[in-house]
């Protein structure tokens, strides 16, 4: 089956305890990106990847970082998490650009 | 200014009724596609239809048309004969030919289907 896996579905970590979120897809797309949701801010592109080894910054991109190792794995890093990266995390994958994207199913972090 | 816009925050509708989810988009980007994905109260974000700018036709899947009227900007979802699992929040979403990926997302609506 066609998918992009994220996992954890749910944490809850302390202030500046480093974590990974990671993000795996089987479609050989190329491109990856990820999002966070907030309420009243929407969904807002963190960092994006258009192949292996290449990857830029999105919109929110302050305290994350990423990797693309491989083609199908696309982690998310938070080096030392605080309470404002308290989110909805989503890893998006798609064959390029105008082509739809398909979600993972979202990783609900807490940062206490 | 807001590229995505979807002035209907949200909507109460009948079982069995169609329903018309509003979407109006801003590019300047003659070439681009638009989404509609629904986030159920689960969280998860599921892709529902996509329409390429060039594309002629409406895009439809099952339930789902996509109406776009390229004119005036527009490309509104319908539902037809709604299901009490419509409801949910649904996301208008464009995508520019540029080169960062972006998927820019409308504030969505929230679809309540009653029984």
């Known amino acids: 089956e066609a998918q992009v896996t994220q996992n954890p579905r749910y944490l809850i970590t302390v202030t500046g305890k480093k974590l990974t979120v990671t993000c795996s897809q089987n479609?050989?797309?190329?491109?990856m990106s990820w999002y966070r949701q907030d309420p009243g801010l929407g969904l807002r592109q963190i960092y994006y990847?258009?192949?292996?080894?290449?990857?830029d910054k999105g919109d929110v991109p302050e305290g994350y970082k990423v990797s693309r190792k491989e083609k199908r794995n696309f982690p998310l890093i938070l080096e030392s998490p605080s309470p404002n990266q308290t989110s909805l995390y989503f890893c998006?994958?798609?064959?390029?650009?105008?082509?739809?994207?398909?979600f993972g199913q979202g990783t609900r972090l807490t940062v206490v | 200014a807001q590229k995505i816009t979807q002035t209907q925050p949200g909507m109460f509708v009948q079982e069995k009724e169609a329903v018309t989810l509003d979407c109006t988009y801003d590019t300047s980007d003659p070439s681009y596609g638009l989404f509609w994905y629904k986030q159920p109260s689960s969280g998860e974000m599921i892709f529902l239809i996509y329409q390429g700018s060039y594309d002629q036709q409406n895009a439809t899947e099952g339930r789902y048309s996509l109406n776009f009227q390229k004119a005036r900007k527009s490309a509104n979802l319908v539902i037809s004969a709604s299901q009490l699992g419509d409801s949910a929040m649904y996301f208008c979403a464009m995508r520019e030919s540029n080169r960062d990926d972006k998927i820019i997302f409308g504030k969505g609506t929230r679809l309540h289907i009653l029984p």
């Open positions: 990847s258009m192949n292996v080894e290449v990857t």
């Open positions: 998006a994958s798609s064959f390029g650009d105008r082509t739809e994207a398909f």
């Open positions: 479609m050989n797309h190329e491109y």
